[in-house]
């Protein structure tokens, strides 16, 4: 469900585990436990992977910055690969590197994560470097210096996308006031503005015990647990005594419509999003994902088929459901030439009131449930990312077998679909941004 936002090599997704295909009623065992700190840990034992995946995850995503912070738990990650108490400058990478494996993190709105995925032998040695590296940073204040203007360079390059400008501009509009209105990246004023120490003291505020998670899948060493409750991770304190974070404050969701002008953007945007549940609610945020495949994935659901294959006015047409800790969103974007515009948002208006006169009938319902399901099913392909599921469920209180969300598809019926999801993705209830490409001087 939604978007995890990782991109894996291509080497992981070779790794596939075709027993999560066929063992759908919950997927592999998980093992979880706490240390007395209040860390998390969960282990996923899959005897017959040729790798091991260990994913730190941790609540200090962009929602976790307070004013003047923006985008700093971004900025946190760069640094964090250059250099702990431990590590000198790039030698995490050159030691995982030795250790055959590989590495990466993302920084998302609620969390941040940092996975390493190395030869089953190798999981203790990769342990103690990861460990290393995420708990103990040294930001150097010329590494410092150096990886600011890295992560500015990031920050014009993506303001430089006239996609992600709209995309941005949306999310400002409907979530005003709320971190998830802004980027991760953050703004140039407070980048500039930050220091080592400021750092330093976020990385003290987030990175507590009770903010943490470890993850692990794949061949797991019979001693791994042990050696776990000895290590950096047991050292961390269990909390500060300013561990603010938004929880429970709400997204305030706008409504609304605005027109733009864009430069460079090559075809006109229909932008619409609505709010609806948030990821602890589970079993509505399945609801959110059957609604949005039966609207708009394939060349049979009602949008694609009426405004892309009979009516031929869009190029493409996507509705997807990000999930968040605060309140998931539902957008739908449909790219084609501003001539059509008027016609395309009039008909994604009817096809959208349509549904709750008309619900889904047996075939397309049936399709529906399969999508989700081969989805949840899907995401359990490769060692790194059942870690990466585990560890975010974990670290949210989620403790579930990983194909759980599973048992919530065959209880939306047509006709609960009908009367407690589309209600929810009507006209009104969105903020509609139409986005055209903007012709300038030369």
Not at 409 to 434: G, V
Request: some cysteine; charged content about 20%.
């Amino acid at each position: 469900m939604g978007k995890l936002g990782n991109t894996f090599p291509i080497m992981i997704r070779m790794e596939l585990w075709q027993e999560a295909l066929t063992r759908t009623s919950k997927g592999p065992d998980l093992y979880q436990w706490s240390l007395k700190n209040g860390a998390r840990c969960v282990m996923a034992p899959m005897p017959d992977a040729t790798l091991t995946c260990l994913d730190f995850w941790c609540k200090a995503g962009s929602c976790s910055e307070l004013e003047g912070e923006e985008g700093l738990a971004h900025f946190l990650e760069h640094m964090v690969f250059k250099g702990s108490c431990h590590l000198e400058a790039g030698e995490f990478d050159r030691k995982i590197e030795a250790l055959g494996g590989s590495s990466n993190a993302a920084t998302g709105f609620d969390d941040v994560h940092f996975y390493v995925l190395v030869p089953p032998q190798e999981a203790t040695n990769a342990l103690d470097l990861l460990l290393s590296l995420v708990l103990t940073p040294s930001l150097l204040p010329k590494a410092f210096s150096m990886e600011r203007e890295v992560v500015l360079e990031e920050i014009a390059q993506y303001k430089d996308q006239p996609e992600e400008q709209a995309f941005q501009k949306l999310l400002g509009n409907c979530l005003k006031g709320h971190p998830y209105g802004r980027a991760i990246l953050g703004i140039e004023s407070s980048l500039k503005a930050l220091n080592p120490e400021k750092m330093d003291a976020f990385h003290q505020r987030r990175y507590t015990g009770e903010n943490c998670c470890l993850s692990i899948a794949g061949s797991i060493p019979s001693q791994l647990q042990e050696i776990i409750s000895n290590s950096l991770l047991a050292e961390v304190d269990k909390n500060s005594t300013n561990n603010s974070y938004l929880k429970g404050i709400g997204l305030n969701f706008q409504t609304g419509r605005e027109v733009i002008g864009i430069p460079r953007l090559e075809s006109s945007r229909l932008l619409m999003a609505w709010q609806v549940p948030s990821a602890s609610e589970q079993e509505m945020v399945v609801g959110a994902d059957l609604a949005t495949s039966l609207m708009a994935e394939g060349r049979r659901s009602r949008l694609v088929q009426q405004l892309r294959e009979e009516l031929q006015i869009v190029e493409s047409i996507d509705m997807d459901v990000t999930v968040l800790e605060e309140g998931s969103l539902v957008v739908l974007e449909a790219c084609c030439a501003e001539k059509h515009l008027e016609h395309v948002e009039k008909e994604s208006h009817n096809l959208l009131r349509r549904a709750l006169d008309f619900p889904p009938n047996s075939q397309e319902l049936k399709r529906a449930h399969q999508l989700v399901k081969n989805g949840l099913c899907f995401n359990l392909e490769a060692s790194c990312q059942i870690a990466g599921l585990a560890g975010n469920q974990a670290l949210w209180g989620r403790s579930q077998p990983l194909l759980e969300p599973i048992k919530y598809i065959n209880s939306w019926s047509a006709n609960r679909l009908q009367h407690e999801i589309f209600p929810l993705l009507q006209p009104e209830n969105s903020f509609t941004l139409i986005a055209n490409p903007l012709q300038t001087n030369r």
